[in-house]
């Protein structure tokens, strides 16, 4: 797998974004309306040629139905219109980050064109999708087609707001990794550890699991993102019967990895749960481990709120990798 890291001055420089396969137009371009600016690059950064059968664009109705803030709802008509001059069609999916059901339903009828289709090229800028609609989006392409080539983008911010979320609601299966539970074993929990440690002391408590591996990412994506996780990630570690492993977080492949080989250590002893809440890149290293293996329970914590005002700012590059 082909992966890396494009810095934001080649990005401003003059960078386009083309076809997966040169010889014909992309079958989907995926991405997701959200509160951030950085939403809107990879759209800016089109080829003139790129073409793709159809555009669609995930969105909360949380967001653009918030009075208070009309960011999603103005970076929705601007996406519409970058991708208008790109797509033959482009749609809208309006699901919900509170609402699992409605999720699903928006993202099945969204996408239910792509059963018609043999081959899928997709290109998919994950950047802004809330963790849970992205991995739904992702089963459910699988799903319809057997040979589907995936190009994912991903916008990197140079910084993080004080805090993402606060908060929290209940924790949930994602659907389609509600894995394989045994009653006769105990459960081991493995937390992809972003910087929101009340989410991770939660969802150990609502899960109250026997043993908890909490990943730890190495490298950073970037150091003063270490900083921030290392304080927030002690304060789990120092709880019982609780150790630590390392991953990339800035790989898919290497995320992948990691699971795959502590998935193996420990499958026959655990019933396992993976809760991805680093960045969206060791997400979809998640997701590639757990559906490969079959047996893994995949869970997203829901927060009260996110900080919409000033979760992140600028861009420090552009990730693309094929999956």
Known sequence: MTERNIPIERLEGGYNIDQVDEDQQDDLFLTSA??????????????????ADL????????????????KTKDHVEKLKNNLSYHCDDVD?????????????????EGLQSLKRKEKLNITADVTTFNREALLVCFNMIYS??????????????????SWLSKGHRYVRNIVG???????????????????????????????EPAKVLLGIGKPPNKDTFLDKNKERQQLVL??????????????????????????????????????????KISTLGAWKAARKSGEIQVTYTIPVEYNLEEYSSGIEYMYSGML
């Open 238 to 279: 120092d709880r019982q019967d609780t150790d630590k492993f390392t991953f990339p977080p800035g790989s898919i492949s290497g995320t992948q990895d990691q699971l795959e080989e502590l998935i193996s250590e420990y499958h026959n002893d655990y019933n396992i749960i993976v809760s991805p809440m680093s960045t």
């Open 177 to 207: 990794f509600a894995g394989m539970q045994n009653s006769r074993k105990p459960t081991l929990l493995m937390i992809l550890s972003g910087f929101e440690k009340d989410r991770a002391i939660n969802t150990i408590e609502e899960i």
């Open 144 to 161: 319809v087609c057997d040979e589907v080539t995936t190009r994912v983008l991903y916008m990197s911010p140079e910084e993080y707001g």
């Open 34 to 51: 959200g509160f951030e600016q950085r939403t809107l690059k990879s759209t800016q950064l089109l080829d003139s040629d790129y073409n």
């Open 92 to 108: 809208v999916i309006e699901g919900s980050w509170l609402d699992a059901g409605k999720q699903l339903h928006s993202i099945r």
């Open 55 to 70: 555009g669609v664009i995930y969105v909360n109705e949380e967001y653009i139905n918030d009075v208070d803030n009309n």
